[in-house]
């Protein structure tokens, strides 16, 4: 079996992405955020509180005909940004893009934080990390891509996303419509569970590229691109009046500034982030100071390959055994 479904940017920034997934029988339509970097499936659902739910579609598992409660399993989440949520569970039908999972896990929130209520359209995530980092206890719980293996025709998925564009995720099988040349694969390490892999440089603009292992996770659901001080001092260094603000915690630049590229390696491939994506927001409407898309990671502990890297590339997380990750151009 393959799947293959939708990433709708939530904003005019591509601060998220979301896809539509159905839960339950007569089936109802979530639009979830895709999450490499964890592996808990939870859902706005009938048990959150109204004063938490501000416009997000919920699960309700009473409508359901085929939902079954996890009887006495519960699971609660913090993650990187500080967001969380916490719940109960239920087993139900779940399907992304026609490919289905019969008992899935579905973490059913009861709590939520503050920045999920305001994300109006975003009702839940789909976590695409290892099992390992599942949440549920006593028993965890495996993800949906673990769950759906043993049917699809290829064991891998692939992340296409596109700036300020709809791209897609596909189960099952690599679509050669969607890159050109071959995907450069490298290894993948899963302990404790999320994507991690080393890409093997960077370059600045058309500067030399730097051969330089860095190490760091490949996760969907970050906005940013974050690694080492060095580097993006490096780059900024090439924006005229770029400064490091304490104020708004990142590196910020006139809007008019013109930013360079930035390459980053996998194994002997290169791949280039044009301008436009590392000059991510205005830091308010009016404003004509700019948020950079690629931060320092020292305050992280890990550096972090998000969406403004991955977006300009073709990804093919690979579940093979020992698992690894491939990049393609497109
Ligand atoms: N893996 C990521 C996760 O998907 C998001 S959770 C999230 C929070 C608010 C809005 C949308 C998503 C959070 O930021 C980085 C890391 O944790």
Redo the contacts with the bound molecule.
């Keep these: 079996d393959t799947g293959s479904a939708a990433a709708v940017p939530i904003n005019e920034v591509d601060?998220?992405y979301v896809t539509p997934v159905t839960v339950g029988t007569p089936p109802q339509t979530l639009m979830l955020?895709l999450?490499?970097?964890?592996s808990d499936l939870w859902v706005f659902s009938s048990l959150t509180p109204s004063s938490q739910v501000r416009g997000q579609e919920i699960y309700s598992p009473a409508k359901s005909s085929t939902s079954k409660l996890l009887s006495g399993h519960t699971w609660s989440i913090r993650?990187?940004?500080g967001?969380g949520s916490r719940g109960t569970v239920y087993t139900d039908n779940f399907t992304i893009g026609g490919l289905e999972v019969e008992s899935q896990a579905v973490q059913t929130a009861q709590e939520v934080s503050s920045?999920?209520t305001q994300?109006q359209s975003?009702d839940g995530?789909v976590g695409l990390g290892f099992s390992t980092l599942n949440t549920v206890r006593p028993s965890s719980q495996l993800t949906f891509f673990d769950n759906a293996r043993p049917k699809l025709d290829e064991e891998v998925f692939t992340a296409d996303l596109k700036y300020h564009a709809t791209g897609s995720y596909d189960f099952g099988f690599i679509d050669r419509a969607k890159y050109t040349g071959n995907i450069t694969y490298t290894p993948v390490q899963q302990s404790p569970g999320y994507w991690t892999h080393s890409l093997s440089g960077y370059a600045v603009g058309s500067g030399a590229f730097q051969s330089t292992q860095i190490q760091g996770i490949s996760?969907?659901?970050?906005?940013l691109l974050y690694l080492p001080t060095a580097i993006v001092t490096a780059y900024y260094r090439q924006v005229q009046g770029a400064q490091n603000s304490q104020y708004y915690g990142g590196y910020v630049f006139p809007c008019s500034s013109t930013l360079p590229t930035f390459t980053f390696g996998i194994e002997g491939a290169r791949f280039t982030i044009p301008a436009s994506y590392i000059n991510y927001t205005r830091i308010s409407p009016t404003s004509s100071t700019c948020y950079g898309g690629l931060q320092s990671s020292s305050g992280l502990g890990i550096n972090?390959f998000?969406d403004v890297a991955l977006k300009a590339a073709f990804v093919v997380f690979s579940g093979t055994n020992p698992p690894r990750i491939g990049f393609g151009t497109k």
């Design positions: 601060i998220a955020d999450d490499t970097g964890s993650y990187g940004d967001s920045s999920f994300e975003l995530l996760d969907t659901g970050t906005t972090i998000g």
